[in-house]
């Protein structure tokens, strides 16, 4: 290696190379992502079509399907950690620290892969049965309970009066809630 080429450049990328999750700074993900493609490094920023209004028109345009976070396919060791966090955008590689990286599975990419050429792809916030959530928009706007389950469309929210240890259920739009 001469002194003009870092360690980006000369770190093979391999087939079986992990993927990694990069944590970017706000709005920043494309230009992290443009600034790795142009070092050789294998980058993929999977992307939505989120609705956005500007001057009175609705257009539907690109936005990072996860805000904040893109991916990266390389090895990394110690000289290649630190040149990465060097890149303008980068908060951290995810993981313990430059020896401990998390890894993601090579089939959770591949599947992020497959969902982000799908026509129909709308972001939808991470939750789990059995979350504490809030609704967040209509006219059940701040009610908090339970979810039981979780679909697109639809959704079934249990709301709870602990002291009476009776419950009722309300079927809401899976897009209007969020974890509490």
């Given at each position: ?124 916030p991470y939750m789990r049965d059995g979350q504490r959530v809030r609704i967040t928009t ?28 009776r419950s009722v259920a309300v079927v809401i739009d899976g897009m209007e809630v969020t974890?509490?």
């Amino acid at each position: 290696m001469t002194a003009a080429t870092s360690p980006l450049e000369s770190a093979p990328v391999l087939a079986g190379s992990p993927w990694y999750a990069v944590w970017t700074h706000s709005h920043c993900e494309q230009t992290v992502h443009e600034q790795l493609l142009d070092r050789g490094l294998h980058s993929f920023l999977p992307t939505v079509n989120i609705r956005s209004r500007s001057g009175g028109v609705k257009r539907l345009i690109p936005a990072p399907m996860f805000s904040s976070y893109l991916f990266l396919r390389h090895q990394i060791d110690r000289n290649v950690h630190l040149d990465l966090t060097k890149i303008k955008g980068i908060v951290r590689i995810l993981g313990e620290r430059w020896d401990r990286l998390s890894i993601i599975p090579d089939a959770e990419i591949e599947a992020l892969k497959k969902v982000a050429s799908a026509r129909q792809l709308l972001p939808f916030p991470y939750m789990r049965d059995g979350q504490r959530v809030r609704i967040t928009t209509g006219p059940l706007a701040g009610v908090e309970g339970v979810l039981v389950e979780s679909r697109a469309r639809q959704g079934l929210l249990v709301v709870s009066v602990n002291l009476l240890q009776r419950s009722v259920a309300v079927v809401i739009d899976g897009m209007e809630v969020t974890p509490v």
